[in-house]
């Protein structure tokens, strides 16, 4: 922040960057999507978008691990979540074509919410506690060959730990017969911290780990899924803590 508390001149750029980039790319979605299904032309598009956004943050992201996904392999894709830069880095960085959750009131934004719907985007309707309409969005786009990213915690940490992991990404995966990929990202909340509205440079560093089959399992065995992933992602966050300074440079 500058003195007299006005925005940094990195935080106005991003998100100038962020509003310009995103009218483009909802007008091309609405033009050229079609559902959730892998694409060409719009997989790119979304990449090209998360990476407008990265640009002026700073962010200095590196990525450990990709060659364990493969394009047009479906998988449900689970991380810790530390910012609200999270999903932009994960768009920006994963070379597969990816989907996610969003809450209902993001559909409900004129034009924005009809270029989710384009794209396939997974609808959270807090109105609707058994999930059965996420469990549709999910069927579809994992049917398709997409992949889907959920943050099983529900939302950003305060503090940067990882806290607990709710079950229902590791049952639908079990449900729909894909592999779990966890991930550890660590240092997006030093770039966009969530209690400021504020960006500034860092290093991010995303640990993608090996796919978890869920062939043979059971809905009755998500939690222990659950607790294999989770315990996964804490102990690689806490494996890098001896690179704090250097993430957080």
Avoid: K
């Amino acid at each position: 922040m500058l003195r007299g508390g006005l925005p940094s001149a990195r935080t106005v750029a991003t998100a100038l960057c962020g509003v310009g980039s995103t009218l483009v790319v909802v007008g091309v979605v609405l033009v050229a999507a079609d559902g959730p299904r892998p694409s060409r032309v719009i997989d790119p598009v979304m990449r090209a978008w998360a990476r407008c956004w990265l640009a002026p943050t700073g962010a200095r992201v590196e990525v450990v691990g990709s060659r364990s996904l493969r394009p047009g392999q479906p998988y449900v894709i689970v991380s810790n979540h530390q910012s609200n830069l999270d999903p932009i880095v994960h768009l920006a960085t994963l070379e597969i074509s990816l989907r996610f959750l969003a809450m209902r009131e993001l559909f409900d934004l004129p034009l924005v919410g009809a270029a989710l719907r384009r794209l396939g985007m997974i609808e959270v309707d807090r109105g609707d506690p058994a999930g059965a309409r996420i469990a549709v969005g999910v069927r579809r786009a994992l049917s398709t060959g997409a992949s889907v990213l959920v943050y099983p915690e529900g939302g950003t940490s305060g503090d940067g730990s990882v806290g607990p992991f709710r079950s229902g990404a590791f049952r639908l995966a079990i449900d729909n017969g894909v592999c779990v990929v966890p991930i550890a990202t660590v240092g997006t909340r030093r770039v966009w911290p969530t209690d400021r509205h504020v960006i500034g440079p860092g290093r991010v560093l995303v640990v993608i780990g090996d796919p978890i089959t869920t062939s043979g399992l059971l809905p009755a065995d998500a939690a222990a899924l659950r607790d294999h992933a989770h315990t996964w992602i804490t102990t690689t966050v806490a494996a890098t803590s001896h690179r704090r300074d250097d993430l957080n440079g």
